[in-house]
């Protein structure tokens, strides 16, 4: 199911108008997101595992971020997404980082979301807590239960400070991390 949506998302970037109806049912999530974050738009903000349609990135552009860096191990998803934001004259508000998400430097990262295709979420929680700056906010997206062996998953002894929930086919929650503090 994982390489399918990642065949699914390249497929779509080269037609925009079925791309926007795949992008629908994420409205709701992506909203709760932006809000559980406390998104700013002076947030410098990390999309790891952004795919060939980097969709959450399109919602934070819409709510005026404008410094976005998407990351994806897979290099013709990523030129497929940079080429979908020139099409779309947003170009300018992304760096694309071709590298694995546990090889992120979250040095300079207000903002990371962790898609759920990202395999060894605690990996890359571990090293956004070690890197990030205090006031960071790492948002992952969790599998649903009978999903978890194939997307992997942080365990709940990790105790997030807020989390969001809906209904996706594959998983139904985004959990929250505030480095050095509470939301
Ligand atoms: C299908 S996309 C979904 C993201 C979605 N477009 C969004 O905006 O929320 C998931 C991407 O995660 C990438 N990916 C999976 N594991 C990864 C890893 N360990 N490091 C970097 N990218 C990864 C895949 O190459 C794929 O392009």
Same mark, same amino acid.
């Given at each position: 199911?994982?390489?399918?949506?990642? #065949?699914?998302?390249?497929?779509?970037?080269? +037609?925009?108008?079925?791309?926007?109806?795949?992008?629908?049912?994420?409205?709701?999530?992506?909203? /709760?997101?932006?809000?559980?974050? /406390?998104?700013?738009?002076?947030?410098?903000?990390?999309?790891?595992?952004?795919?060939?349609?980097?969709?959450?990135?399109?919602?934070?552009?819409?709510?005026?971020?404008? @410094?976005?860096?998407?990351?994806?191990? !897979?290099?013709?998803?990523?030129?497929?997404?940079?080429?979908?934001?020139?099409?779309?004259?947003?170009? !300018?508000?992304? /760096? #694309? @980082? +071709?590298?694995?998400?546990?090889?992120?430097?979250?040095?300079?990262? !207000?903002?990371?979301?962790?898609?759920? /295709?990202? %395999?060894?979420?605690?990996?890359?929680?571990?090293?956004?807590?070690?890197?990030?700056?205090?006031?960071?906010?790492?948002?992952?997206?969790?599998?649903?239960?009978?999903?978890?062996? +194939?997307?992997?998953?942080?365990?709940?002894?990790?105790?997030?400070?807020?989390?969001?929930? %809906?209904?996706?086919?594959?998983? !139904?929650?985004? #959990?929250?991390? +505030?480095?050095?503090?509470?939301?």
């Amino acid at each position: 199911m994982k390489t399918a949506f990642q #065949w699914l998302e390249k497929g779509l970037a080269l +037609h925009p108008g079925l791309g926007r109806l795949y992008m629908r049912p994420y409205r709701t999530l992506l909203q /709760q997101e932006s809000e559980l974050a /406390q998104l700013k738009t002076s947030d410098r903000v990390y999309l790891i595992g952004c795919g060939a349609i980097p969709f959450s990135a399109f919602d934070w552009v819409n709510r005026g971020v404008t @410094h976005i860096t998407a990351i994806d191990q !897979d290099e013709t998803a990523l030129k497929t997404a940079s080429q979908l934001t020139r099409k779309m004259g947003i170009a !300018d508000f992304f /760096q #694309w @980082h +071709h590298t694995s998400a546990e090889a992120v430097d979250f040095s300079r990262c !207000d903002v990371a979301l962790v898609t759920l /295709q990202i %395999y060894n979420k605690q990996a890359v929680y571990q090293r956004w807590l070690t890197q990030a700056p205090a006031g960071s906010r790492l948002l992952v997206r969790q599998p649903k239960p009978k999903h978890a062996k +194939h997307y992997g998953q942080l365990p709940n002894c990790l105790l997030p400070q807020g989390s969001v929930s %809906y209904s996706m086919k594959a998983f !139904d929650t985004t #959990w929250l991390f +505030h480095k050095g503090g509470q939301a």
